[in-house]
């Protein structure tokens, strides 16, 4: 059972445009949504995070926005610069059953921004 | 660099084996994940050790072990292993032992299992 799902798979943006990528998720126990990059060879690295008390989270180029009754996520890179190519995830957690649980994935964005 | 220090970088071994990953989480923090990597599950979040305790169990096979030790470092045993536990194992970190604490990931161990 896949609780995070994130489109597209792979994205080409241009250098200076928007990249946009979207998670749905299922489980109405979470209440912390991050965003990861990963870059070959490395580790994921936190980049921005969100709780659903708010709709929009901005930190520079980077925007989360958050539809909590169609639980539904979104990140959005601006003016999209070729250092920002790598792979990006979507995640989850929240505490069910009063212990704390582990992040939940999405499948991962591959992002290409051509020069 | 996270401060997460994973070893070995990478381990091929093959089916019906027993191996073990060692992690060092960033000075400290009291807290290790272990997650798992391959392309066809994404990234699975596998356990949780806080403070040398269990915290939160996710798709760990029973196959699979862990533990973290005084030190605070922590170790991943997999046994009778087989060819599908291919994959990238990343160990990470935080202060805390809420998943809400940012998590540091290390560099990752690549097993390769023949």
């Known amino acids: 059972q896949q609780q995070v799902k994130q489109s597209p798979q792979s994205l080409i943006v241009q250098k200076g445009g928007i990249s946009i990528i979207n998670c749905a998720y299922e489980n109405t126990a979470f209440d912390y949504f991050p965003w990861y990059q990963q870059f070959p060879g490395k580790g994921p690295a936190l980049l921005i995070a969100i709780r659903p008390d708010v709709s929009e989270k901005k930190e520079g180029r980077f925007t989360i926005s958050f539809n909590k009754s169609a639980k539904q996520f979104s990140l959005h890179i601006m003016d999209s610069q070729p250092g920002d190519s790598a792979t990006y995830f979507c995640?989850?957690?929240?505490?069910?059953?009063?212990?704390?649980?582990?992040?939940?994935f999405g499948k991962g964005t591959h992002l290409i921004i051509q020069p | 660099d996270s401060g997460v220090t994973q070893t070995p970088k990478h381990l091929i071994t093959a089916t019906g084996q027993r191996v073990t990953l060692r992690c060092s989480p960033r000075?400290?923090?009291?807290?290790v994940y272990w997650y798992q990597q391959s392309l066809d599950q994404g990234l699975q979040f596998l356990i949780q050790?806080?403070?040398?305790?269990?915290?939160a169990k996710g798709n760990i096979l029973e196959r699979f072990s862990a533990q973290q030790f005084p030190d605070l470092h922590s170790e991943l045993n997999l046994s009778s292993l087989e060819l599908g536990d291919s994959a990238l194992y990343f160990c990470?970190?935080?202060?805390?032992?809420?998943?809400?604490?940012?998590?540091?990931f290390g560099p990752g161990t690549r097993l390769t299992v023949l």
């Open positions: 990470a970190s935080s202060s805390g032992g809420s998943s809400y604490n940012e998590q540091f």
């Open positions: 050790y806080y403070n040398g305790e269990e915290r």
């Open positions: 995640a989850a957690t929240g505490n069910s059953g009063g212990g704390a649980d582990g992040l939940t």
């Open positions: 000075s400290g923090d009291l807290s």
